[in-house]
């Protein structure tokens, strides 16, 4: 079993920044899981956001590309979502995520491993 615990959601005005952190912990979870985040707005179906690949390689979304950047702390089994230049659509509860396949980090992650429970960013302008 993996657990992820998020931190950092809040409220800030357009323009401004946060940063996300999400800790995994669990006698299963290995630096080999790759790392990630996802978002769902309200009445809207879940996406993904960014991912942070065992690798060190690292993905994004077309719409957050320049503006939000994931960074992974394999030390400390963390990964972190700076994000710059929020904007009202940026509004969501974002979800943190780990699995052991890459490729589920892409659509609405309906087949990742581990979940974290959610933290919710609103944007307001």
């Known amino acids: 079993q993996v657990q992820l615990v998020e931190s950092g959601g809040g409220l800030v005005q357009a323009g401004g920044s946060l940063r996300l952190s999400c800790a995994a912990s669990g006698r299963e979870f290995t630096t080999y899981y790759n790392m990630g985040w996802f978002r769902q707005a309200p009445g809207k179906e879940r996406e993904f956001v960014a991912a942070?690949?065992?690798?060190?390689?690292?993905r994004y979304t077309d719409s957050v590309k320049g503006r939000f950047t994931i960074f992974r702390d394999n030390a400390k089994n963390t990964i972190d979502l700076q994000m710059n230049s929020l904007q009202p659509d940026d509004t969501a509860v974002y979800y943190c995520?780990?699995?052991?396949?890459?490729?589920?980090?892409?659509?609405?992650?309906?087949?990742?491993?581990?979940w974290g429970q959610g933290t919710q960013v609103t944007v307001f302008s």
């Open positions: 942070h690949m065992w690798n060190d390689a690292t």
């Open positions: 995520a780990t699995s052991r396949r890459w490729d589920v980090f892409a659509g609405d992650g309906s087949q990742v491993d581990y």
